[in-house]
């Protein structure tokens, strides 16, 4: 069921739905596919990636679709700054949190699971591509893409 909308909101909520489902989804592949484990910083640059998939995906059942489009377009520019700072702290330009994030795996012993967890620290790199971290991606990508998003809702509200 396709609500009638104008073509740049449709390419805005088709990009509003598609960061979030490939940055979530590259996230778990990383993480159950290649033991990339999260810090605490890339949990919170997954948060408001999960809030803008809701979103984007409300609006595609429902309306006003303009309005959850441009909030889904904001949270996903709350991660790609999230993961600005994140990059920021791996590559030492400035100072992070200080603790670091354990990811415990399940067992029957709480204590043996917490102890044997991987204890990922948030400035760390633990995987680049062509020298950018994923965290970096993730700043490119998302912030780059909130605005491309925001851009074409605002042209479908000067045009109508």
């Keep these: 069921m396709s609500l009638p909308v104008a073509p ?55 309306g006003p679709v303009r309005p959850l489009v441009a909030v889904a377009a904001l949270a996903i520019l709350v991660s790609g700054l999230i993961g600005g700072f994140h990059a920021g702290v791996e590559y030492g330009w400035w100072e992070g949190i200080t603790t670091c994030a354990v990811t415990a795996a399940q067992s029957h012993d709480p204590l043996a699971a917490i102890m044997a967890a991987p204890v990922v620290r948030c400035d760390v790199v633990q995987f680049e591509l062509f020298g950018i971290s994923l965290a970096g991606w993730n700043f490119l990508l998302s912030t780059l893409g909130a605005l491309l998003v925001l851009g074409l809702i605002g042209r479908a509200n000067a045009a109508s």
């Design 8 to 62: 740049p909101v449709k390419a805005a909520r088709l990009i509003a739905l598609a960061i979030p489902v490939l940055a979530l989804g590259g996230a778990y592949i990383g993480q159950y596919g290649f033991g990339l484990y999260p810090c605490e910083m890339c949990w919170w640059q997954r948060y408001p990636h999960m809030f803008a998939l809701v979103l984007a995906a409300l609006a595609f059942l429902r």
